[in-house]
């Protein structure tokens, strides 16, 4: 069974670079699939962040794309979240999934990133 | 982009009443909708893809309906664990991007 392992930093200065890793057991991820981060403010609804698939090709939310960057390690067989520039609308649980088709079957438990000014 | 609105907001129900959620898009999506569920501090649960087919492991009481621009999430009838948030998600092919609706809240009433 493929499980997901967010980690990083759970304080974040405003301005300065969000970096989380997610960490994938049970599966290679060079062998397929989609993969994704989503996040979620405290007590508010989801919102996608970006995809990225085994070979590295990547698709973000438009209305982030320009501070984003997801990355591919499958060496490590593990995907990575950068978001520049944040601030504390950027706080959020972060989640990672591996996508089926157009679906987020399996999801990382969540970390809880804070920015603070 | 597409907008997902969903109805109600908050739903109030007693365990082994009938849940009826609506999920509507502001334009077609086709059958590619997907209903997830939420327990408070947990991540969502795929429950419906393609608007009507439960993930692996879904009880048979939540069903998916609709196609185009209306679909609905029925629970038959309500058990303790169904109390949660439900969220539709779709997905745009271009820009390929995802979108969620604001979910619904089924509380015990």
């Known amino acids: 069974q493929v499980q997901l392992q967010e980690s990083g930093p759970g304080l974040v200065k405003s301005s300065e670079t969000l970096s989380l890793t997610c960490a994938v057991s049970?599966?290679?991820?060079?062998?397929?699939?989609?993969w994704g981060w989503i996040r979620q403010p405290p007590g508010k609804g989801l919102e996608w962040i970006g995809s990225?698939?085994?070979?590295?090709?990547?698709y973000y939310n438009p209305s982030l794309k320009s501070r984003v960057t997801i990355s591919v390690d499958t060496s490590k067989n593990q995907f990575s979240l950068k978001l520049s520039s944040v601030t504390a609308a950027d706080t959020a649980v972060y989640y990672c999934?591996?996508?089926?088709?157009?679906?987020?079957?399996?999801w990382g438990q969540g970390t809880l990133v804070t920015v603070s000014s | 982009e597409i907008v997902l609105t969903q109805s109600p907001a908050t739903l109030s129900l007693s365990p082994g009443e009938r849940a009826t959620l609506s999920c509507r898009a502001s334009?077609?999506?086709?059958?590619?909708l997907a209903w997830y569920q939420q327990k408070p501090g947990q991540a969502p649960r795929l429950l419906i893809y393609d608007a009507s087919n439960r993930a692996t492991g879904i009880p048979a009481r939540f069903s998916g309906s609709g196609s185009g621009t209306d679909f609905t999430l029925t629970i038959s009838s309500l058990e303790p664990e169904d109390f949660a948030v439900y969220y539709c998600q779709q997905r745009s092919n271009w820009p390929p991007s995802f979108t969620f609706g604001p979910g619904t809240k089924v509380d015990i009433k």
């Open positions: 990225i698939y085994h070979s590295g090709s990547t």
């Open positions: 999934a591996r996508l089926l088709a157009e679906y987020f079957q399996h």
């Open positions: 049970g599966y290679s991820i060079s062998s397929g699939y989609y």
């Open positions: 334009q077609s999506v086709s059958s590619y």
